[in-house]
């Protein structure tokens, strides 16, 4: 239902863009959800994005850095990373709810039902 792609090995200051290409249920399911989980840490939310109107939220440590958007067409939402820190470390998930998330249970991951398989990135000189 969820494809994530796109993580890697980059220097602290660079730049990455993931992408998540849902299909079936998935494609219309509000809002398709970032996390990350780094080891030996709880998965945290990163950003989220509304297939209807392109309504995000991001976890303060990335605002300004991270960017999230959606292609309609394609089914997919991608997640572009600057400035890269190596507090950025960590495996990469997008998820979908299996409905409608109110704006409050964004941030939980309780709240995502499909996930992707999680793309790794690390940030290290």
């Known amino acids: 239902q969820l494809q994530a792609s796109g993580g890697g090995l980059v220097q602290p200051g660079g730049s990455l863009r993931l992408s998540c290409a849902a299909s079936?249920?998935?494609?219309?399911?509000?809002?398709i959800g970032w996390f990350r989980q780094a080891p030996g840490k709880e998965r945290e939310f990163v950003a989220a994005?509304?297939?209807?109107?392109?309504?995000?939220s991001y976890l303060h440590s990335v605002k300004g850095r991270f960017t999230i958007s959606k292609d309609n067409g394609k089914n997919t939402v991608y997640l572009q990373m600057n400035s890269l820190k190596p507090e950025d470390t960590a495996v990469y998930f997008c998820?979908?709810?299996?409905?409608?998330?109110?704006?409050?249970?964004?941030?939980?991951?309780?709240?995502?039902?499909?996930w992707g398989q999680g793309t790794q990135v690390t940030v290290s000189s």
């Open positions: 079936g249920r998935t494609s219309n399911h509000n809002p």
């Open positions: 998820a979908a709810p299996t409905g409608r998330l109110i704006r409050s249970s964004w941030y939980g991951p309780q709240y995502y039902h499909y």
């Open positions: 994005i509304t297939w209807t109107d392109g309504t995000t």
